[in-house]
Structure formats: C-alpha cells, structure tokens
C-alpha cells in the first residue's frame, strides 16, 4: 500500500540538485519526489542522442542518490510499460494514486513545461507552490519589471544593471577596467596567428546505469541525430565537478 503523501516535489530533468529550493523543508516521513522520463522531452524539439542520453543517465543517478538518502522517490522510466509519454499524463497518474495535499515544483525554465504543469495541477485540483531557481541571479518577476514598458529587449541595458546590482566587476558605479565589456575585440579573426590546441575534457566510462540508457536511447530514438558509441559525458555532480576542475586548470 502507498503511503499517505503530503507534498509531492517535482523534479525535472534539468533540476537535479539536493540543495534546490523543491527540497526545502522535506519530510522523508511525509513527502515523495516525482520524476518522469517522457518522449515528448525529447522529440518536442529534435535532439540529438548525446542530449538525449545525458538527461536521462543524470536522472537516473540523482534518483539513486536521493533513495540512498531515504527519500521516497516516484520514478517513471522511459522503457516502462505504464509509460505516458508526457508529463502532464504522468502527473495526472502520479496524483491519482498518491493524493498529495500540496505540489512542489522550482519554477522550469521552459515557459511550455511550466504553464502545462500548472493547468494539469489546476484541472486535479491540487495546490501547485512554484519555488524559485536558485540557480538564477534574477527571478523571472524581476526581469518582468525590468523588461515592462521597454519597446525593445536587449541584453546590454539588463546586463549593466544586474552588474550594478550585484556589484560584481565595477569599480564604484562604473565598470572595472574602465569598459562594459569587450565585443569589438572579440569579433576579431585570429589573423595568421594559429591558436592553441583545445585540451582535451575529461571523459568518464558509462557505468551499468548510463549503459543501460545509452542502449535504451540508441532502439528508441533511432531516427535522431548522432552517435553513442563514444559517449563519456558526465552525468552525475562528482564527475561534473571533476569536469569543471580539468577546465579551469587548462
């Protein structure tokens, strides 16, 4: 028998951190993660089979990390018989069969995702909290104040402004060094010069679990751009952070 759900905090595929603003306030005892792998994530915009497979490894082992913690995780897989194939229909299966008294969700950054999953929570009637990304140095209602009234929406006016805000490379109330940024310069040709070698980023061989969608994504997405058979991507924050480090030390 499932258990009593009191708030079911969606994740999505592109918000697997444990510090994200959805995990706030968690009862193992009382809460339940949902996560859903659905085809029309990937072939509402054609993707290619690396994209494919990196959402899907990485969600697979955030999944794992999270029920290692003791969380109570809903899980969806792409291979399932059950399978939807969108998230608006596995929710709607998900509240079905849990009753949660409360939604969570960090708000998506994709405007169709989020107004889909607001009508699907509207239509069962249970109450939707979107969170903030805290992955974002503006919220969306800040950009919506700072876009209001302006005939035209460009990134230099909002960039100097958050600059301003944030005091991030300014000297007093004019930028360091003395400009706003440097575009002119980077327009230029390399000219004769021949530029360095790029080094070479760190690859990671596929464990049981990114095997096993690799295989899945290589028979299911068939007609899709690209190859797998090289795939070392990282698909999990140990290996991402490892990634970033060989970066920066290049």
Partial sequence: ??????????????????????????E?????????????????VWSHKARIALFLAAMRHFRDTLRRRGLRVEYRQLDD????????AELVAAIERLCPRKLILV???????????????????????VRPDRHFLCPSEQFAEHAQGRKQLRLEPFYRAMRRQLN?????????GGTWNYDKENRGSFGKQVPAPIPVPCGFTPDATTGA?????????K?????????????TPQQARAALDRANAS
């Fill in 107 to 129: 708000e998506p950054g994709d405007w169709r995702v989020r107004e889909g999953l607001r009508e699907t929570a509207r239509a069962a009637g249970v109450e939707l909290e």
């Fill in 213 to 221: 969608v690799l295989a899945l994504v290589d028979a299911r997405f």
């Fill in 28 to 44: 193992a005892s009382a809460d339940a993660v949902w996560m859903a792998e659905v085809d029309e994530e990937s072939t509402h």
């Fill in 223 to 235: 007609s899709h751009p690209g190859g797998l058979a090289s795939f070392d991507w990282p698909v």
């Fill in 1 to 26: 028998m499932t258990p009593a759900t009191r708030h079911l905090v969606l994740v999505l595929g592109d918000q697997l951190d444990e510090r994200s603003s959805a995990f706030d306030g968690f």
């Fill in 168 to 176: 991030v490379l300014m000297d007093g109330d004019q930028p360091a």
């Fill in 81 to 88: 018989s059950e399978n939807r194939h969108s998230l608006a």
